[in-house]
């Protein structure tokens, strides 16, 4: 089963997010929004989305890096191993409380407001309970990392995610031996990555680049008094 989890899982999660994706894309492109409930309420929207994006934003480039970097790199620059899991667990602790408590935020809107619930699918209560599940989890991993500040269980996480980008076998094996949490926040991640499609959160793939040299004036009409 943990060669399974951590050695087919991720090449099966992550190929139904890519051709998912672009499945919906082509199929139903109108689909692919973020479904902003902004008309529906405001409050607790701004905050709550600002603390929620920066912080998932800021974990995602984080473990991109950090997991996907040849760790000869760093060795190369001189970041040692402890110095590099001092910075994630600082940089990763503080942009995990801000997802949480903005995505905190965020849930108890969509939960607690009769109009927003109504206009809300499973899709979307869901995936953001799992990302706060997530979210929870990888909190929780830091205080097993205090324990381990010389670097080593980081490294090893760094090679399975190396060796599963490069399919080499025996990825699994890497981290055969880590705590629990480490284990249940990456099978949650590879399952987030799984739904993806199946949510709104394929609007993290568009970035609106042709607002940038998009032809003529946009007209907006002023509000009657």
Partial sequence: MHNFLFGIYPY???SVMILGSIARYERDPFTWKTSSSQL???KQLVIGSIL???GVLV???GHLVGL????????AIGISHTAKQLLAVIAGGVAGVMALVGGGMLFHRRWTDPRIRKTSSFAD???LALLLAQLVLGLGTIFVSLGHLDGHEMVRFMTWAQMILTFRSGAADAILDVALIFK???FLGLTIFLVFPFTRLVHMLSVPLRYITRPGYQIV???RQ
Wanted: charged share 15%; hydrophobic share 65%.
């Fill in 52 to 54: 929620f994006h920066v």
């Fill in 40 to 42: 529906l309420r405001r």
């Fill in 68 to 75: 996907l970097t040849p760790i000869w790199i760093f060795d």
């Fill in 184 to 186: 249940l926040h990456l």
């Fill in 59 to 61: 974990i995602f480039l």
């Fill in 221 to 223: 009409r002023s509000r």
């Fill in 125 to 127: 209560i869901a995936i």
């Fill in 12 to 14: 099966i999660a992550i």
